[in-house]
């Protein structure tokens, strides 16, 4: 435990002694901090990269989480075509879901669930896939874990994206 105080505070502390971080998503409120991966510019190409797969992720809060009620985001699914980021969705025969887990604690929350938002023709958007139900149900450091599983429920890859609640 200490230890890895140690490795954050040893890692996070030049980062933020530069200004403004890189990594937290600074449209969020202040109880809540959110990160959205390795950099908010978009000439980053792959926030939450998916090895196995070879897909690229994008977590876009619509409503932050607070004690009073749950949250929601979008992830945004790409694969990388001659330097392009081309939306793709989940590979062939593997669902999308995400897991809420904090580490430290060795629990996680409520279960997320993870449907497909329908574009005007009333068809699923194409590498677009909404996480509802987000509940963090206690202060700390947490892991937003998203997977591609089987259709058993065994995740095959996985991205984990650091989260500060409260």
């Known amino acids: 435990m200490k230890r890895n105080l140690l490795i954050l505070i040893l890692c996070g502390v030049p980062q933020m002694a530069c200004g403004a971080s890189p990594l937290l998503n600074h449209r969020s409120p202040t109880r809540n901090q959110a990160l959205t991966g390795p950099s908010d510019d978009p000439a980053e190409v792959c926030p939450l990269r998916f090895e196995r797969a070879g897909m690229c992720a994008r ?29 793709s969705d989940a590979p062939s025969g593997l669902k999308v879901a995400v897991k809420l887990w904090m580490p430290d604690m060795g629990h996680g929350s409520s279960p997320v669930k993870v449907v497909r938002p329908l574009n005007a023709s009333g068809l699923p958007e194409a590498g677009v896939y909404r996480a509802e139900d987000v ?5 700390g450091a947490w892991e937003i874990r ?18 500060r609640a409260g």
């Open 135 to 139: 509940h963090f149900v206690m202060p």
């Open 59 to 87: 977590l876009e809060w619509v409503k932050i989480p607070s004690e009073e009620e749950t949250g929601s985001f979008l992830l945004r699914f790409t694969r990388i075509e001659n330097g392009a980021a081309i939306p």
């Open 146 to 163: 998203i997977q591609f599983k089987s259709e058993d429920g065994t995740p095959l890859d996985q991205a984990v994206l650091p989260y």
